[in-house]
């Protein structure tokens, strides 16, 4: 390809890449260290390769974050790193390279760019001598794939500024931990152990993906009296359960369809609401609210402070005199789970089931 050439499609490649609660955490006094220890071990799946070693990682985890290793909260743990990776650090995603090119070509399609273009640019070399191309089509994890991004990233002029948040892989490690929970966590409080490179790449390691995983499962209070909607958190987000069965007392108390998706103000909506917003407009007189009441309420979707608000009290005391009982506090979202690695319909719901099943087995283990 001429220099020339070569220089636009790198442009265009740029341009591509642009586009109530569970019981208290500790209810009997904390086991001591040999104790938990003990049975952390004993809760981890048969076959599990280097148990000493997943025993210590989330043994010292639960520490550094102050939450009890209880018989509970193990399980749960175990239970989720079960169903994301069956206890690999670094699992294998079959036809990877294939999932990253059709991804690639997506974007390319929705960027209006050729992929002939795309594949071009790909054809340079990478640092350890291989084409991008070649490395992606030998990818077979996730971290692997990672690598390859940051390489292109890094050979720009000021890449991992401008672009590193731009990496696809945006779940990490053997709890798949999304890297955007990783960087708001480690924002507000410490990371307590060593790092070798950035945070997201400690979130590709055992000890890293375990300490967020935890973070994000446990290290939050929401009206739950079921583990089960804390494993839809997990895939949702924190707190989508509880808005969940908001969005039902919502749609009940103002007649109106209010999709229950536990996303209380969409990213992608025309004039910066949903339907959510809508619906509680539709009760503003009734609420005595003002919209930009409403709207203040609703960003506190990703907090305990929804709680608190008064559309949130209202809005449940509404839909309780409509149809003469209490509506549940919690509720699994209907979220569709979208995503390159998926390949047949499943549901937020069905995680959660799915992850609640290896839990009781857990405890019952």
Known sequence: MPRC????????????????????????????????????????????TDRDGWTADIYDDFKALGIEPTHEHVCAVVAVIEQESSFRIDPPVPGLGQIAWREIDRRADRAGIPHVVVHEVLQL??????????????????RQLSDIFEDFTGSLPLGKTLFASWNPIRTRGPMQVNVAFVEKYSAKRSYPFPIQGSIDDEAFSRRGSVYFGIAHLLDYQAPYDRYLYRFADYNAGQYASRNAAFQNALAVASGLAVAPDGALLPRDAADGSGD?????????????????????????????DLEGSTLYRQVFALARSKVGHALPSAQTPRIDLQGPKIVSHLTTDWYAHRVDDRFRHCLAH
Do not use: N
Request: aromatic content about 2%; glycine content about 6%.
């Open 125 to 142: 070399k990478s640092p350890t001598g291989r084409s991008y191309s070649d490395r992606i089509e030998a990818a077979r994890t996730e």
């Open 276 to 304: 959510t917003e809508r619906a509680a407009r539709a009760l503003a007189s009734r609420l005595h609210l003002s919209e930009a009441a409403i709207h203040d309420a609703l960003e506190q979707g990703r907090s305990r």
């Open 5 to 48: 050439s070569r220089a636009r499609s790198v442009a265009c490649l740029i341009l591509l890449l642009a586009g109530c609660s569970i019981p208290p955490v500790v209810k009997t006094p904390p086991p001591e260290p040999i104790e938990a220890h003990d049975f952390i071990g004993q809760s981890l799946p048969a076959g599990v």
